[in-house]
Protein backbone atom coordinates (compact mmCIF):
# COMPACT_ATOMS: atom_id res chain seq x y z
CA UNK A 1 0.00 0.00 0.00
CA UNK A 2 2.63 2.30 0.84
CA UNK A 3 4.59 1.26 -2.30
CA UNK A 4 1.29 2.66 -4.44
CA UNK A 5 0.96 5.80 -2.09
CA UNK A 6 5.02 5.93 -2.91
CA UNK A 7 4.54 5.70 -6.98
CA UNK A 8 1.34 8.21 -6.99
CA UNK A 9 3.25 10.79 -5.09
CA UNK A 10 6.15 10.29 -7.76
CA UNK A 11 3.87 10.48 -10.66
CA UNK A 12 1.85 13.35 -9.23
CA UNK A 13 5.66 15.48 -8.79
CA UNK A 14 6.73 14.45 -12.58
CA UNK A 15 3.80 15.71 -14.00
CA UNK A 16 3.34 18.97 -12.17
CA UNK A 17 7.41 19.43 -12.60
CA UNK A 18 6.48 18.47 -16.53
CA UNK A 19 3.78 21.35 -16.39
CA UNK A 20 5.85 24.04 -15.04
CA UNK A 21 8.73 23.29 -17.26
CA UNK A 22 6.44 23.45 -20.54
CA UNK A 23 3.31 25.69 -19.11
CA UNK A 24 3.73 27.41 -16.03
CA UNK A 25 7.03 29.14 -16.10
CA UNK A 26 6.70 30.02 -19.85
CA UNK A 27 3.60 31.81 -19.13
CA UNK A 28 5.50 33.42 -15.81
CA UNK A 29 8.18 34.94 -18.30
CA UNK A 30 6.42 36.26 -20.67
CA UNK A 31 4.24 38.10 -18.29
CA UNK A 32 7.29 39.20 -16.49
CA UNK A 33 8.80 40.74 -19.64
CA UNK A 34 5.88 42.43 -20.34
CA UNK A 35 5.54 44.19 -16.71
CA UNK A 36 8.95 44.57 -15.54
CA UNK A 37 9.25 47.75 -16.38
CA UNK A 38 5.79 48.64 -15.10
CA UNK A 39 2.39 48.75 -16.35
CA UNK A 40 3.30 52.31 -18.46
CA UNK A 41 5.64 50.43 -21.06
CA UNK A 42 3.02 47.68 -21.76
CA UNK A 43 -0.07 50.29 -22.48
CA UNK A 44 1.95 52.33 -24.91
CA UNK A 45 2.91 49.21 -26.62
CA UNK A 46 -1.01 48.35 -27.43
CA UNK A 47 -1.50 51.55 -28.24
CA UNK A 48 0.16 51.25 -31.78
CA UNK A 49 -1.47 51.84 -35.03
CA UNK A 50 0.71 48.25 -35.65
CA UNK A 51 -0.73 46.59 -33.02
CA UNK A 52 -3.90 47.99 -33.51
CA UNK A 53 -4.16 46.48 -37.35
CA UNK A 54 -2.96 43.11 -35.99
CA UNK A 55 -5.37 43.20 -33.41
CA UNK A 56 -8.34 44.01 -36.15
CA UNK A 57 -6.92 41.47 -38.50
CA UNK A 58 -7.04 38.68 -35.97
CA UNK A 59 -10.30 39.34 -35.00
CA UNK A 60 -12.03 39.77 -38.60
CA UNK A 61 -10.19 36.54 -39.68
CA UNK A 62 -11.68 34.69 -36.39
CA UNK A 63 -15.09 36.60 -37.16
CA UNK A 64 -15.30 34.59 -40.53
CA UNK A 65 -13.64 31.14 -39.76
CA UNK A 66 -15.21 30.30 -36.94
CA UNK A 67 -18.94 30.53 -37.84
CA UNK A 68 -18.36 28.89 -41.45
CA UNK A 69 -16.61 25.96 -39.69
CA UNK A 70 -18.80 25.74 -37.36
CA UNK A 71 -21.29 25.03 -40.27
CA UNK A 72 -19.41 22.75 -41.55
CA UNK A 73 -18.35 20.80 -38.89
CA UNK A 74 -22.31 20.47 -38.22
CA UNK A 75 -23.57 19.26 -41.30
CA UNK A 76 -20.12 17.12 -41.72
CA UNK A 77 -20.56 15.44 -37.97
CA UNK A 78 -24.55 14.68 -38.79
CA UNK A 79 -23.78 12.86 -41.93
CA UNK A 80 -20.37 11.05 -40.64
CA UNK A 81 -22.68 10.38 -37.25
CA UNK A 82 -26.03 9.66 -39.14
CA UNK A 83 -25.33 7.76 -42.05
CA UNK A 84 -23.55 4.75 -43.77
CA UNK A 85 -21.98 4.92 -47.05
CA UNK A 86 -18.98 4.24 -49.23
CA UNK A 87 -16.25 6.07 -48.28
CA UNK A 88 -17.03 7.27 -45.05
CA UNK A 89 -13.91 6.46 -43.51
CA UNK A 90 -12.17 8.17 -46.78
CA UNK A 91 -14.43 11.41 -45.46
CA UNK A 92 -13.23 11.15 -41.94
CA UNK A 93 -9.52 10.94 -43.31
CA UNK A 94 -10.00 14.00 -45.47
CA UNK A 95 -11.90 16.20 -42.36
CA UNK A 96 -8.56 15.17 -40.07
CA UNK A 97 -5.54 15.97 -42.66
CA UNK A 98 -5.34 19.76 -41.46
CA UNK A 99 -4.49 17.36 -38.22
CA UNK A 100 -1.31 16.04 -40.14
CA UNK A 101 -0.44 18.38 -42.79
CA UNK A 102 2.43 21.45 -41.48
CA UNK A 103 0.57 24.71 -41.27
CA UNK A 104 3.52 25.52 -43.58
CA UNK A 105 2.94 22.99 -46.21
CA UNK A 106 -1.07 24.48 -46.15
CA UNK A 107 0.16 28.00 -46.51
CA UNK A 108 2.00 27.11 -49.30
CA UNK A 109 -0.56 25.36 -51.25
CA UNK A 110 -2.95 28.41 -50.93
CA UNK A 111 0.22 30.15 -52.52
CA UNK A 112 0.21 27.86 -55.22
CA UNK A 113 -3.30 27.88 -56.18
CA UNK A 114 -4.10 31.46 -55.76
CA UNK A 115 -0.30 33.09 -56.21
CA UNK A 116 0.22 35.60 -59.13
CA UNK A 117 2.07 32.40 -60.79
CA UNK A 118 -0.48 29.63 -59.32
CA UNK A 119 -3.14 27.85 -60.72
CA UNK A 120 -5.80 30.27 -60.83
CA UNK A 121 -3.32 33.35 -60.60
CA UNK A 122 -4.12 34.69 -64.27
CA UNK A 123 -7.62 34.49 -63.76
CA UNK A 124 -7.44 36.60 -60.80
CA UNK A 125 -5.27 38.97 -62.10
CA UNK A 126 -7.81 39.45 -65.10
CA UNK A 127 -10.66 40.42 -62.45
CA UNK A 128 -8.45 42.11 -60.04
CA UNK A 129 -8.59 39.94 -57.23
CA UNK A 130 -6.15 39.79 -54.76
CA UNK A 131 -5.78 36.58 -52.72
CA UNK A 132 -2.37 35.31 -51.86
CA UNK A 133 -0.77 38.67 -49.68
CA UNK A 134 -3.94 39.81 -48.50
CA UNK A 135 -7.07 39.52 -46.10
CA UNK A 136 -8.77 36.51 -48.36
CA UNK A 137 -5.76 34.56 -48.33
CA UNK A 138 -4.75 35.13 -44.30
CA UNK A 139 -8.97 33.94 -43.77
CA UNK A 140 -8.25 30.82 -45.98
CA UNK A 141 -5.54 29.60 -44.36
CA UNK A 142 -7.32 29.65 -40.84
CA UNK A 143 -10.02 27.99 -42.17
CA UNK A 144 -7.81 25.09 -43.55
CA UNK A 145 -6.08 24.52 -40.36
CA UNK A 146 -9.48 25.17 -37.94
CA UNK A 147 -12.04 23.34 -39.44
CA UNK A 148 -11.52 19.58 -38.07
CA UNK A 149 -12.25 20.64 -34.65
CA UNK A 150 -16.09 21.07 -34.50
CA UNK A 151 -16.51 17.85 -36.54
CA UNK A 152 -14.22 15.79 -34.52
CA UNK A 153 -15.89 17.01 -31.48
CA UNK A 154 -19.33 16.67 -31.96
CA UNK A 155 -18.89 13.28 -34.07
CA UNK A 156 -18.41 11.24 -31.01
CA UNK A 157 -21.37 13.39 -29.12
CA UNK A 158 -23.39 12.04 -31.92
CA UNK A 159 -22.64 8.49 -31.88
CA UNK A 160 -23.20 8.81 -28.29
CA UNK A 161 -26.55 10.39 -27.86
CA UNK A 162 -28.52 8.08 -30.41
CA UNK A 163 -31.10 8.37 -32.40
CA UNK A 164 -33.75 7.19 -30.02
CA UNK A 165 -34.90 11.21 -29.47
CA UNK A 166 -34.47 12.06 -32.79
CA UNK A 167 -37.04 9.10 -33.82
CA UNK A 168 -39.35 9.74 -31.13
CA UNK A 169 -40.13 13.32 -32.04
CA UNK A 170 -40.48 12.26 -35.56
CA UNK A 171 -43.06 10.10 -34.84
CA UNK A 172 -44.79 13.04 -32.69
CA UNK A 173 -44.84 14.92 -36.32
CA UNK A 174 -42.08 16.94 -35.68
CA UNK A 175 -39.89 18.27 -38.90
CA UNK A 176 -35.98 18.08 -38.96
CA UNK A 177 -35.68 21.50 -38.16
CA UNK A 178 -37.51 21.41 -34.97
CA UNK A 179 -35.91 17.84 -34.07
CA UNK A 180 -32.30 19.56 -35.10
CA UNK A 181 -33.37 22.78 -32.75
CA UNK A 182 -35.09 20.95 -29.90
CA UNK A 183 -33.74 17.63 -29.46
CA UNK A 184 -29.95 17.35 -31.35
CA UNK A 185 -28.75 20.76 -30.65
CA UNK A 186 -29.29 20.66 -27.18
CA UNK A 187 -27.40 17.72 -26.80
CA UNK A 188 -24.43 18.44 -28.37
CA UNK A 189 -23.97 21.95 -26.89
CA UNK A 190 -21.57 21.03 -24.79
CA UNK A 191 -19.34 19.34 -27.30
CA UNK A 192 -19.99 22.36 -30.01
CA UNK A 193 -19.26 24.72 -27.71
CA UNK A 194 -15.66 23.23 -27.06
CA UNK A 195 -15.43 22.88 -30.81
CA UNK A 196 -16.32 26.23 -31.34
CA UNK A 197 -13.94 27.40 -28.62
CA UNK A 198 -10.63 25.34 -30.05
CA UNK A 199 -11.38 26.63 -32.86
CA UNK A 200 -11.46 30.49 -32.12
CA UNK A 201 -8.34 29.59 -30.11
CA UNK A 202 -6.30 28.41 -33.07
CA UNK A 203 -8.04 30.95 -35.44
CA UNK A 204 -6.18 33.71 -33.43
CA UNK A 205 -3.08 32.12 -32.54
CA UNK A 206 -2.45 30.46 -36.06
CA UNK A 207 0.78 31.24 -36.99
CA UNK A 208 2.49 28.92 -40.01
CA UNK A 209 0.01 29.40 -42.27
CA UNK A 210 -1.35 32.67 -42.33
CA UNK A 211 2.65 33.99 -41.98
CA UNK A 212 3.36 32.05 -45.50
CA UNK A 213 0.44 33.45 -47.41
CA UNK A 214 0.35 37.01 -45.89
CA UNK A 215 3.60 38.32 -46.43
CA UNK A 216 3.92 39.26 -42.89
CA UNK A 217 4.09 42.77 -43.41
CA UNK A 218 3.90 45.14 -39.97
CA UNK A 219 0.91 47.07 -40.15
CA UNK A 220 -0.80 45.83 -43.24
CA UNK A 221 -1.08 42.00 -43.23
CA UNK A 222 0.35 40.89 -40.10
CA UNK A 223 -2.26 39.30 -37.07
CA UNK A 224 -1.15 39.36 -33.50
CA UNK A 225 1.12 36.08 -33.61
CA UNK A 226 2.90 37.56 -37.08
CA UNK A 227 3.20 40.58 -34.75
CA UNK A 228 5.04 38.65 -32.22
CA UNK A 229 7.77 37.55 -34.35
CA UNK A 230 7.91 40.49 -36.06
CA UNK A 231 8.39 42.93 -33.28
CA UNK A 232 10.28 40.82 -31.61
CA UNK A 233 13.02 40.35 -34.32
CA UNK A 234 13.01 44.12 -34.72
CA UNK A 235 14.14 44.41 -31.37
CA UNK A 236 10.80 46.09 -29.86
CA UNK A 237 10.82 43.38 -26.88
CA UNK A 238 8.32 45.95 -25.03
CA UNK A 239 5.72 45.28 -27.90
CA UNK A 240 6.35 41.75 -28.73
CA UNK A 241 5.91 40.79 -25.30
CA UNK A 242 3.00 42.95 -24.80
CA UNK A 243 1.18 40.93 -27.76
CA UNK A 244 1.82 37.83 -26.23
CA UNK A 245 0.03 38.75 -23.12
CA UNK A 246 -2.77 39.78 -24.93
CA UNK A 247 -2.78 36.31 -27.28
CA UNK A 248 -2.43 34.76 -23.81
CA UNK A 249 -5.41 36.60 -21.82
CA UNK A 250 -7.86 36.28 -24.65
CA UNK A 251 -6.99 32.30 -24.76
CA UNK A 252 -7.79 32.59 -21.11
CA UNK A 253 -10.83 34.26 -21.60
CA UNK A 254 -12.81 31.43 -23.94
CA UNK A 255 -11.75 28.83 -21.35
CA UNK A 256 -13.52 31.04 -18.68
CA UNK A 257 -16.24 31.95 -20.56
CA UNK A 258 -16.70 28.04 -21.15
CA UNK A 259 -16.98 27.62 -17.44
CA UNK A 260 -19.37 30.26 -17.14
CA UNK A 261 -21.76 28.83 -19.69
CA UNK A 262 -21.40 25.09 -18.57
CA UNK A 263 -22.10 26.52 -14.42
CA UNK A 264 -24.89 28.76 -16.03
CA UNK A 265 -26.56 25.84 -17.86
CA UNK A 266 -26.26 23.11 -15.27
CA UNK A 267 -28.16 25.68 -12.45
CA UNK A 268 -31.07 26.11 -14.94
CA UNK A 269 -31.01 22.45 -15.24
CA UNK A 270 -31.46 21.72 -11.61
Known amino acids: MQKIKSVETWLIIV ?3 YLALILIIPAISVFYEAFHKGVQ ?7 TREFTVAVELTVIIALIAVPLNTVFGLCAAWVIARNNFKGKTFLVSLIDLPFSISPVVAGLM ?19 AKIVFALPGMTLATIFVTFPFV ?6 VLEEVGTEQ ?21 SIRWGLLYGVLLTNARAMGEFGA ?11 TATLPIFVELAYKNYQT ?16 TLIFKEILERKTKIKEV
Open 110 to 128: IVLLYGRNGWFGPFLESID
Open 151 to 156: AREVIP
Open 210 to 220: VAVVSGSIIGQ
Open 238 to 253: EAAFSAAVVLGLLGAL
Open 41 to 47: PFFEAIQ
Open 15 to 17: ALA
Open 166 to 186: EEAARTLGASDWQIFWRVTLP
